[in-house]
């Protein structure tokens, strides 16, 4: 071993992967976007990360899903849209990915519904990586094949991230789906597949949403993840209330909320017992310990996590930066800044460096930078933990 790699491995021993995920961050907002937050009154001088939602399609219909869920009618309002509009094709995402590679993407994310149920979602993947992009897509696991496996290992994925909510019967029963067993199958392909063609890509990772259907279920997706020795990140659902939505539009021009989504979460999903929850969090930390586990807890503080399920106005990160950097683009190219669904512009009609600086978006985050968070922001899973750091970034 290095000596290089060798420090690196004692450092990520004595410091907490918060902390150093907390330090990266600091580093990468002073070289990157938070010059532009301080000095350039709503304009951005380039994008660094976007988030793609290839379809709505999804062979799911998780009950906590914001398009999906027991919430949505079953997601009739996606549903009449997927019927009505016409997805980007492969070619307007070769335009699309030259627009983006112009204004300074780096990262791309693609995500759904599920990903992997776009016919040409290989060729996307191959297009992406052709175009230097570092690639992440999110999934739910059900429906890659062996042929995919193969090919997103050869095209160079560099990340795979696949929801896991339990044991297979709480996972499928949460998921309304039985897609268990597939993930389990995909985990074992990849793994094949990057043996066989000599390559460390994509890292796969699990990914655990914690609510009131799986919240006593979390040590055994621990066991499962060391079994496929697959690392686990732990997040806390997002909800929100009428309130706070209502609250939120009337700072955010209310007309401008575009896309059939909803965080209105029944009780018996987002209402964590957080005593109970802390008591399953001990016992993944023990397990996590014991097994040689990588776990990794999105809110690490007790305190903080009882606050968050239980004061709708706290938030663990108390402004946001994420307008200055990255967007959301849906699947029929409607540009948003994230989870919050404010249409900006379409890169059908509009190229991104014209989007990301329109009057719009320009009012949005003058807006932002002055309340620091919109109301429905508090419980968004960007201002979990890893972005603490925000909090010690000067608003000026």
Known sequence: MSIKRAAKNTVKKVVSPVILKNLRGLSDAAASYYPDYVFCDGKIEKLKSVSIEVTFKCNCRCKMCPLYGVHTDGGG????????????????????????????????????????????????????????????????????????ARKIVEYGLDDLTISLDGPRDVHNKIRCSNVFDNIMKTVDLIKEQK???????????????????????????????????????????????????????????????????????????????????????????????????????????????????????????????????????????????????????????????EIINNEKYVAFRRKLKEKRLFPFCKKCCLLYSPQKYWNYLPKI
């Open 195 to 353: 043996a066989a063609l000599k390559k460390s890509k994509p890292d796969v990772g699990f990914l655990c949403t914690v609510s009131a259907l799986n919240q006593d279920s979390l040590c055994e997706v621990v066991r499962i993840s060391r079994e496929k020795e697959v690392p686990l990140t732990i997040d806390p659902i997002i909800f929100t209330d009428e309130n706070t939505i209502g609250d939120t539009k009337s700072q955010v021009a209310a007309g401008n909320f575009f896309k059939q989504e909803s965080f209105l979460l029944p009780e018996d999903i987002a209402g964590v017992d957080v005593g109970r929850l802390k008591q399953e969090l001990d016992c993944v930390r023990r397990l996590a310990k014991e097994l040689g586990q990588s776990v990794y807890v999105s809110i690490d503080n007790d305190d903080e996590l009882e606050r968050f399920f239980k004061d709708k106005d706290f938030s663990v990160v108390n402004k946001c930066f994420a307008p200055w950097y990255s967007l959301r683009i849906d699947p029929y190219g409607n540009v948003y800044p994230c989870s919050l669904s404010t249409l900006f512009g379409n890169v059908r009609e509009s190229t991104v460096q």
């Open 77 to 148: 309002g996606v549903l009449e849209t997927i019927r009505k509009e016409k997805e980007l094709t492969t070619e307007e995402f070769s335009t699309l990915f030259k627009q983006l590679k112009n204004a300074g993407v780096r990262s791309v994310r693609f995500s759904g519904g599920e990903a992997f149920i776009r016919k040409d979602i290989l060729e996307l993947i191959k297009m992406a990586k052709e175009h230097m992009f570092e690639l992440s897509i999110t999934s739910n696991g059900g429906v890659i094949s062996e042929d995919a």
